[in-house]
């Protein structure tokens, strides 16, 4: 069982930033970020999960289109936790924010909500103009 816990979110102006965080109390023994693929997600009111960035077990990023050059991955390995820096935001990006797992993912790039087997509670992001 892997249990993720979003933190980090808040209400901000437009051009501001926020630092989200994705952390893990795994009780398999050994599990760690590092073996899994871990992909972030917005949902918006009335609208559909949104991918928003993922980073695999060799480390590979990748982010969608609307967020590349303003949100950056980093993972603190020691503490096993990732972070998800929100930078230049913007109203648009007011949702709900979710972190999600796949173990053993290898050095796929998974972008679908269906790829992912465990999920955080979100955390709440509110950017005003």
């Known amino acids: 069982q892997v249990h993720l816990e979003e933190s980090g979110g808040g209400s901000v102006q437009a051009g501001g930033s926020l630092r989200l965080s994705c952390a893990t109390s795994?009780?398999?023994?050994?599990?760690?970020?590092?073996?899994?693929?871990i992909g972030w997600f917005r949902q918006a009111p009335g609208q559909q999960l949104e991918w928003l960035s993922s980073?695999?077990?060799?480390?590979?990023?990748s982010y969608a289109d609307s967020v590349k050059g303003r949100f950056t991955i980093s993972q603190d390995t020691a503490k096993n936790t990732l972070h998800l820096q929100l930078n230049i935001l913007k109203p648009e990006d007011t949702a709900m924010y979710y972190c999600?797992?796949?173990?053993?993912?290898?050095?796929?790039?998974?972008?679908?909500?269906?790829?992912?087997?465990?999920w955080g509670q979100g955390t709440q992001v509110t950017v005003s103009s």
């Open positions: 795994e009780y398999t023994s050994g599990w760690t970020f590092g073996g899994a693929c």
């Open positions: 980073i695999n077990s060799v480390r590979y990023i």
């Open positions: 999600a797992a796949y173990l053993g993912c290898g050095s796929a790039t998974l972008r679908s909500r269906y790829d992912y087997t465990y």
